[in-house]
């Protein structure tokens, strides 16, 4: 079992910045590629970006590309998501997961590839 515990997020203007972590207890967190997906209101729940278990590998969205950035601390069992130039329409609950296999290095897109959920953090982006 894998425990993930979010933070950050809150209420920011347009083109400002904000950072999210997930922080984990557990298994070894080192273990496992971790993925940061969204969901605004009336909307699916959206990929934002993936990380493998090392950090060596990233992918985002098209729609964050350039914007956010995926990294991780295994020595603190934490990965960030770094988002900069914030527009209105990145509002939306943001979710850190954990792939459902552990040294995988894929980087799934699809939630159901992923077993372990934050409970979700409110990013407000204001115009």
């Known amino acids: 079992q894998v425990q993930l515990v979010q933070s950050g997020g809150g209420l920011v203007q347009a083109g400002g910045s904000l950072r999210l972590s997930c922080a984990a207890s557990?298994?070894?967190?080192?273990?496992?590629?971790v993925g940061w997906f969204r969901q605004a209101p009336g909307k699916e729940r959206e990929f934002v970006a993936a990380i493998n278990w090392s950090g060596g590998r990233t992918y985002y969205a098209d729609s964050v590309t350039g914007r956010f950035t995926i990294s991780r601390d295994n020595a603190k069992n934490t990965v960030y998501l770094q988002m900069n130039s914030l527009k209105p329409e990145d509002t939306a609950v943001y979710y850190c997961?954990?792939?459902?296999?552990?040294?995988?290095?894929?980087?799934?897109?699809?939630?159901?590839?992923?077993?372990?959920w934050g409970q979700g953090t409110q990013v407000t982006v204001s115009s």
């Open positions: 997961a954990a792939d459902r296999s552990p040294g995988t290095e894929r980087l799934s897109l699809v939630g159901a590839e992923y077993d372990y």
């Open positions: 557990g298994r070894p967190f080192s273990m496992y590629a």
